[in-house]
């Protein structure tokens, strides 16, 4: 023992080569259990290679002992070296102490790759031999979290939560509030979030908390722990844009509004919050300030199609027909993804009495929106102004059949047909 405390000194110490001369020592002439200890020492302190020279050579004398076996392969892995620690671990006899945790360690390798059954079997294997262990239910929800199997993966952390709060460092009320969450039963995930939170303050899982009570309808909850995050750590950009929504679902809409602002100073590059920010401008009436966020929306993108269509609608509210062509004129790319901007152009150009542009663009928005009461009402009356009779009799019928009712459409159709 002696021998192996004076190789860590020197090695705390800094003096490595000699360290290393008496290491090797060891490696060639030692007992096998300084071997077998200056290894474990060894790996603890990262000295990943010597400690797999030291587990090798002990396997020349024991190659059937599986504590060695394991830490020869944990070696491996910790080199990056996987599949020369799956040849090791699969050496592990049936009967050993240690084939338990080589199924765990083989079961992590296969996940690792993305063999996802071969490592559920591995640790169904270590359940059976160990049907109490824990870690075997931890890492059994780890692999079906990762799958995407949310109920099972619940159910593996339930049965950790039996007997404890914590594996390896993860809180596992925070694992379960995370499945819950992503698997949509959100209401259930809150009570975990709020013990995974006395457990550890931690900004992550306070964000998780608040997003999935906003999701679950706790706008309040959501409110108050979103304010609680901006207040440990202002710059924790995500929160900005969902405390808006918690208050806008609880119709305080300035105190949105002023959450998006807020939002803006610290992350002044978010489209999304210039684009929520104008829309909150248009329900709280302050047009102009819901004009110039928008317009901030398409500087950052110039083919924000979402933007340009919202602002769209406020200026042909305003009757600002030229603005509307030089936002269709931003994007005249992209109108066959958008086409209301068609139909924004062909009531533009309307008003602006070019209407040869503006059959045009009536034109191609028909081919998306024929089903479109709105539409067809604006196309039907433009066709008629410009004499197109059979056209406008086509529209106003399809209106006719859409809203019965709607004695306009019939008086229209009927004057038409005569």
């Known amino acids: 023992m002696d021998k192996i405390n004076t190789i860590i000194a020197l090695?705390?110490?800094?003096?490595?080569?000699?360290?290393?001369?008496?290491?090797?020592?060891?490696?060639?002439?030692?007992?096998?259990?300084?071997?077998?200890?200056?290894?474990?020492?060894?790996?603890?302190m990262g000295f990943i290679e010597e400690a797999k020279l030291l587990f090798s050579r002990l396997l020349e004398s024991y190659p059937e002992e599986g504590e060695i076996l394991v830490l020869l392969a944990e070696s491996h892995i910790e080199l990056g070296e996987e599949d020369e620690a799956i040849l090791v671990l699969e050496r592990v006899n049936h009967d050993d102490s240690s084939y338990p945790q080589s199924l765990l360690l083989l079961a992590d390798l296969y996940q690792m790759e993305g063999l996802f059954e071969v490592s559920e079997q591995k640790l169904q294997q270590?359940?059976?031999?160990?049907?109490?262990?824990?870690?075997?239910?931890?890492?059994?929800?780890?692999?079906?979290?990762?799958?995407?199997?949310?109920?099972?993966?619940?159910?593996?952390?339930?049965?950790?939560?039996?007997?404890?709060?914590?594996?390896?460092?993860?809180?596992i009320n925070q694992r379960m509030a995370e499945v819950l969450s992503v698997g949509g039963a959100f209401e259930v995930a809150l009570p975990y979030y709020e013990k995974a939170m006395k457990d550890k303050m931690e900004i992550n899982t306070l964000f998780s908390y608040a997003f999935t009570a906003l999701q679950a309808g706790y706008n309040r909850t959501a409110i108050e722990k979103f304010t609680e995050l901006m207040k440990l750590d202002p710059e924790y950009h995500s929160l900005y844009l969902n405390l808006a929504k918690a208050y806008e679902r609880e119709e305080e809409l300035e105190n949105s509004f002023r959450a998006v602002k807020m939002g803006i100073k610290q992350d002044e590059y978010n489209k999304e919050l210039y684009y929520y920010g104008g829309k909150l401008g248009l329900k709280i009436s302050n047009e102009e300030e819901a004009e110039k966020l928008f317009r901030e929306a398409l500087a950052l993108d110039p083919e924000y199609t979402e933007a340009a269509v919202t602002l769209n609608k406020l200026l042909i509210r305003q009757e600002r027909y030229e603005d509307i062509l030089e936002i269709v004129g931003m994007l005249k790319d992209f109108e066959e993804e958008e086409p209301r901007l068609f139909w924004d152009a062909a009531i533009a150009y309307q008003q602006l009495e070019q209407y040869s542009l503006a059959l045009n663009k009536y034109d191609s928005a028909y081919t998306f929106f024929k089903e479109e009461p709105d539409f067809l009402s604006d196309y039907g009356y433009f066709l008629i102004e410009e004499g197109k009779r059979d056209k406008a009799i086509e529209v106003f019928n399809k209106l006719v059949i859409m809203e019965p009712n709607n004695l306009e459409y019939r008086d229209v159709l009927g004057r038409l047909l005569e």
């Open 126 to 171: 270590a359940k059976l031999i160990l049907p109490n262990e824990v870690i075997i239910d931890f890492a059994l929800g780890e692999l079906y979290a990762e799958q995407g199997k949310f109920l099972e993966a619940a159910k593996a952390y339930e049965k950790v939560l039996e007997t404890e709060d914590m594996i390896a460092g993860v809180n």
């Open 11 to 44: 090695l705390e110490s800094g003096q490595h080569e000699e360290a290393m001369q008496k290491f090797k020592h060891i490696l060639l002439k030692g007992s096998h259990e300084e071997r077998f200890m200056l290894g474990e020492e060894l790996f603890q």
